[in-house]
């Protein structure tokens, strides 16, 4: 049976080389219809299935595969392969951004310290530390980066001290860019792509605080080229990295983004930078949908994440003004600034301030001159500290609320009033859209009338024109559009090298 599980290995590890997952999934179901009734072989296929599926956003499959897999543990014979399978559970428990068993990771890693089998506690604390990044707790991760740190070097193992080093790049860019010391890129790069491809997503997003596009350019590059080793997809991560750089160079130009995909650990800081970039220059309609996403779909422990360290809560903030909604987009701020400050990401409470104090001077919102001068000046002098021009954060604010010059006549829809007139775009009837929203075709009704009021229109094609021109739906043609995936793009796989094998 033992000879069985090293075939296994084996096998995974050629699925591994190949780069092909959609493939290696393949080639593994085959193997498992082959394998009934040996329990060893059964339980490591299924686990070593799991990360496969969470790369290509089946995280619901993923969490199906280990239970088949734990179904087979208890009649597996091999011991390597139980500690096998505790490892690879525990990390696609991070991966699924699955909060409710973070005690039980880190109960895994002492097991298989116990057991002896370091380089598999080592592969968990390198999926463990980046979730706690997106829980905000960067102090509370930093025993487990030590811990890492002393693995990798009595194990010298480059691949793990490359997790490491861009752990602790991580770390610091948190601060802001005058925190930030350059670090070694090159011996990352050699050693671990998806190190590399995280430092130079954190270097990307200081080199747009900064305005810096040529450095901007360049980290582009290169988080091309180390997903292009690993197998990034360009659909759901690159594409949102070029659209918030597209959206902070040119921020009248709408930024192209398809839906997004299920979120996880591997997906988490690409899909952060797309939400920004619709926050910063996307359509309102875009806004209620990614706002819809980060509601619904990211669980409510994700405050961050590692490669994009933005503040959950400033996104929606942005993302609720762009959709209409001002009075929340103000308490959004607020507790962007208070939980910012509290876990150590200082620019990030300095942007909110600078936002919030933009918001409040345009929008209809309560609030006393004091206040919004005390926010504005204590936001712009920490931004000024940090080497970071505050005038085109406060400008995102600014273009959040209304793209055009008279704010306070321009129209705001309401997120259900922009779903049922981008149903109408689509050239749906009222029946029709109704069907869609789950509602009465009167409630349709009602809210397209109320819209065509606000928009000082009397009819459907008027309205969709009108909406159009204030961007508030995505123009049909004559406007050029940023780098990003096109909405039907499907997310491209990872490879496992980076995302699932322990390295031993």
């Known amino acids: 049976m033992d000879g069985l599980a090293a075939v296994c290995r084996l096998a995974a590890a050629r699925f591994d080389a190949a780069g092909r997952i959609d493939q290696a999934i393949s080639h593994m179901d085959f193997a498992l219809a082959?394998?009934?009734?040996?329990?060893?072989?059964?339980?490591?296929?299924?686990?070593?299935?799991?990360?496969?599926?969470?790369?290509?956003?089946?995280?619901?499959?993923a969490g199906e595969a280990l239970a088949r897999a734990e179904e087979s543990l208890a009649?597996?014979?091999?011991?390597?392969?139980?500690m096998e399978y505790v490892a690879i559970r525990a990390a696609v428990r991070c991966m699924r951004l699955d909060f409710a068993v973070t005690?039980?990771?880190?109960?895994d890693i002492g097991r298989l310290e116990q057991a002896g089998e370091h380089a598999q506690a080592s592969f968990v604390m390198g999926w463990l530390v980046p979730l706690m990044f997106a829980q905000g707790e960067k102090e509370a991760a930093e025993p487990w980066r030590q811990a890492l740190r002393v693995h990798a070097e009595e194990l010298?193992?480059?691949?793990?001290?490359?997790?490491?080093l861009s752990f602790e790049f991580a770390a610091r860019a948190g601060w802001g860019p005058a925190e930030v010391e350059e670090p070694p890129p090159g011996h990352i790069r050699s050693?671990?792509?998806?190190?590399?491809?995280?430092?130079?997503?954190?270097q990307l997003r200081l080199h747009l605080l900064r305005a810096d596009w040529p450095s901007a350019e360049a980290a582009l590059m290169q988080i091309a080229l180390d997903g292009g080793k690993i197998g990034a997809s360009a659909a759901a991560m690159i594409g949102g990295y070029r659209a918030i750089a597209a959206a902070h160079r040119t921020p009248n130009e709408l930024p192209r983004i398809g839906d997004p995909p299920p979120a996880s650990l591997i997906t988490l800081g690409g899909l952060f930078a797309a939400a920004e970039a619709v926050a910063i220059a996307g359509t309102q309609r875009d806004a209620v949908k990614w706002?819809?996403?980060i509601e619904h779909d990211v669980p409510q422990q994700v405050r961050t994440a590692l490669e994009w360290p933005v503040s959950r809560e400033r996104v929606v903030a942005l993302l609720r003004a762009r959709a209409g909604s001002v009075r929340e987009a103000v308490r959004a701020f607020r507790d962007s600034i208070e939980w910012a400050a509290r876990a150590g990401y200082e620019c990030e409470a300095a942007l909110a301030q600078v936002q919030l104090a933009e918001v409040l001077s345009l929008a209809e919102v309560s609030s006393s001159e004091r206040a919004r001068s005390r926010l504005r000046r204590s936001g712009w002098m920490k931004l000024q500290e940090l080497e970071i021009d505050p005038t085109p954060h406060a400008y995102a604010a600014t273009r959040a609320l209304a793209m055009r010059e008279d704010v306070a006549t321009r129209p705001q829809l309401t997120p259900r009033q922009v779903g049922v007139l981008s149903l109408l775009a689509e050239g749906m009837t009222y029946r029709e859209a109704a069907e869609r929203l789950g509602t009465s075709w009167r409630t349709v009704s009602t809210q397209a009338y109320q819209t065509?009021?606000?928009?000082?229109?009397?009819?459907?094609?008027?309205?969709v024109r009108a909406a159009r021109r204030l961007q508030i739906l995505e123009p049909r043609r004559g406007m050029r559009l940023a780098a990003g995936p096109s909405p039907d793009a499907q997310i491209a796989p990872w490879s496992r090298s980076a995302v699932m094998r322990p390295q031993s």
């Open 34 to 61: 082959m394998a009934q009734g040996l329990a060893d072989a059964v339980l490591l296929l299924q686990s070593m299935k799991a990360p496969f599926l969470v790369a290509v956003g089946q995280v619901a499959a």
């Open 75 to 82: 009649r597996a014979r091999s011991p390597r392969s139980a």
């Open 103 to 107: 005690r039980a990771v880190t109960e």
């Open 156 to 164: 010298d193992h480059p691949y793990r001290l490359a997790d490491v």
């Open 191 to 202: 050693s671990n792509p998806l190190a590399s491809y995280r430092v130079h997503a954190l």
């Open 291 to 293: 706002l819809h996403w």
């Open 452 to 463: 065509y009021e606000r928009l000082g229109v009397s009819g459907k094609f008027d309205a």
